[in-house]
């Protein structure tokens, strides 16, 4: 019987392609009053070091899986902010101060981000209602995760926000999710994923989890998942059939 259900965060709970101009606005936003610039310049800059940022994330998780996660996480954004005070010609802040940065900009910018699915808020709260024990299974970390949560308002909806940081690994093989089996001391027989990536329901597949796949698109195709759905809101009646 499926007791708890790990859901990703973009792709699933959220549309990443309405959050990313979002995140260049208020970056902008955050930036400006505390360092000075123009908000185009953030922007910009913004637009490249995200880039940077997703290109070394993604390589390194094809290149090297089962690195530990949070000191690669530190000096990553670490990066990425410095990058970001290079191209806007601004100095950037002393390098012990910078992850706090990160964290203070991520806390302040990903509440304010609108960019959930149709139906996935009402979808939250029927299935905590209806007794599931909700968390997240995402690349994303976890006080990202909690930023965008809050902002959707279904925050305590939820038990643990799995963050990689929380296990310290990449989602990316099967170690991410043995590790959150482990992490939680359930069986994966009991629980479900639910992800719009073919590739990572493979792994969670692997370790013994009941598997769906969301497209979130017009059409469904053939995955190595267990079952497969169009569109996030459509994961209540796919639950309901387990």
Same mark, same amino acid.
Do not use: H
């Given at each position: 019987?499926?007791?708890? &259900?790990?859901?990703d965060d973009g792709g699933v709970?959220?549309?990443n392609a309405l959050r990313e101009p979002q995140w260049r606005d208020l970056v902008a936003q955050f930036f400006v009053?505390?360092? +000075? +610039?123009?908000?185009?310049?953030?922007?910009?800059a913004n637009s490249f070091a995200f880039n940077k940022f997703i290109e070394k994330y993604e390589q390194t998780i094809k290149d090297s899986p089962l690195i530990e996660y949070n000191?690669?996480?530190?000096?990553?954004?670490? /990066?990425?902010?410095?990058?970001?005070?290079? &191209?806007? /010609?601004i100095n950037p802040p002393p390098s012990d101060e910078r992850f706090k940065l990160t964290? =203070?900009? =991520?806390?302040?910018i990903t509440p304010r981000v609108k960019s959930t699915y149709p139906g996935m808020i009402p979808t939250i709260f029927e299935l905590k209602a209806r007794g599931y024990t909700l968390c997240t299974a995402s690349g994303e970390s976890s006080w990202t995760l909690k930023g965008y949560l809050t902002g959707m308002g279904v925050i305590e909806c939820f038990t643990r926000l799995y963050g990689p940081d929380l296990i310290n690994t990449l989602k990316g093989s099967t170690v991410y999710y043995q590790r959150i089996v482990d992490d939680m001391k359930i069986s994966p027989v009991d629980a479900v994923v639910i992800d719009d990536s073919s590739t990572q329901l493979k792994y969670a597949k692997e370790v013994g989890f009941t598997t769906v796949h969301v497209l979130n698109?017009?059409?469904? =195709?053939?995955t190595s998942c267990d079952h497969h759905?169009?569109?996030?809101r459509e994961?209540?009646?796919?639950? =309901? /059939?387990?």
């Open positions: 019987m499926t007791k708890i &259900i790990f859901l709970l959220n549309d009053p505390r360092y +000075g +610039g123009t908000k185009d310049d953030w922007k910009s000191p690669f996480i530190k000096t990553l954004m670490d /990066q990425w902010v410095n990058d970001m005070f290079k &191209i806007v /010609q964290i =203070e900009a =991520e806390a302040w698109s017009n059409a469904c =195709e053939e759905i169009n569109k996030s994961i209540l009646d796919i639950i =309901e /059939q387990f």
